[in-house]
């Protein structure tokens, strides 16, 4: 069973055991989801919002809380998991068992998501239903890992995110909202990162309508990128008509 005072290695083993012994029900649940998504879209020709809520029990004890949701013709599930003791949520992707990604959502994210985002927007959820509702918006998760302290910056649909990489399990720490001013957050930023957090935020508000001037200016303000890298991007990008949010991250994260 989840306890606060397991290592994060304990959590993810423990994470992994009770994926296998569900694996079989998680996939089965999955095709029906899937078949029925295609089954709506063929009736409807565009597929609305789709989202179903299965809860398991493993025999370790752990409730498992598997959510399957259909966006824009794509299938995706996730699992939160309830951890006793304190009041802490574990989501987890597990489309690779081998290496999954989970996240521990600590009660100060919880406490910071509702305070600046889900009460400000009128949307009443709380506790496993906020945390579904976090991640059914978070699709595209861009992140900045300082590699001194093992901590990692994202930008979020809804925000930036603040989290702690400890070995295998991502420790979220707390949640800013988008139209806050990241530089009074010293706590968390230092002027570096706030620079690259809004040239990411940059290239999700305007990823329909990208071109090579608008994003060399905005990249151009960025203390972390050198002169070398510039160029190489002007090299590389120059004469594209418009540019992809993705390959630009990619092509500056690689570099």
């Known amino acids: 069973m989840l306890v606060y005072s397991m290592t994060p ?5 423990e994470l992994k055991r009770d994926y296998w012994e569900l694996m079989i029900q998680i996939k089965a ?4 989801f899937c078949k029925e998504a295609r089954k709506m879209k063929n009736i409807h020709w565009i ?6 809520h299965k809860v398991c029990k493993t025999h370790n004890g752990n409730e498992w809380h598997i959510y399957y949701r259909c966006r824009h013709g794509y299938c995706v599930y996730n699992c939160i998991i309830p951890m006793n003791g304190p009041r802490l949520y ?3 992707y597990l489309a690779k068992p081998v290496h999954p990604v989970i996240r521990e959502y600590t009660p100060h994210f919880m406490k910071r998501y509702s305070e ?6 009128g949307i009443n959820l709380s506790g496993i239903e906020a945390l579904a509702y976090f991640e059914s918006r978070t699709t595209n998760m861009i992140n900045y890992l300082d590699d001194d302290d093992k901590t990692m910056y994202s930008v979020s649909d809804d925000g930036f995110v603040v989290s702690e990489n400890l070995n295998g399990l991502e420790l ?3 949640f800013i909202a988008r139209d806050e001013d990241l530089s009074k957050n ?9 620079e690259m957090m809004m040239f990411y935020r940059f290239l999700i508000i305007n990823q329909k309508d990208l071109t090579f001037p608008k994003v060399f200016e905005e990249l151009k303000k ?9 160029k190489a991007f002007e090299t590389d990008f120059g004469k594209c008509q418009r540019l992809n949010y993705e390959d630009v991250i990619e092509y500056i994260r690689t570099r």
Do not use: C, H, I
């Open 9 to 13: 290695e304990e959590k993810v083993m």
């Open 29 to 32: 649940w999955g095709d029906a």
């Open 47 to 52: 597929t609305a919002f789709m989202e179903k």
């Open 90 to 92: 574990l989501l987890t």
């Open 116 to 121: 600046r985002f889900l009460r400000p927007k």
């Open 172 to 174: 979220m720490k707390t």
């Open 186 to 194: 010293k706590a968390y930023f230092t002027s570096q990162v706030v």
């Open 222 to 230: 960025v203390n972390l990128v050198d002169e070398k890298l510039l």
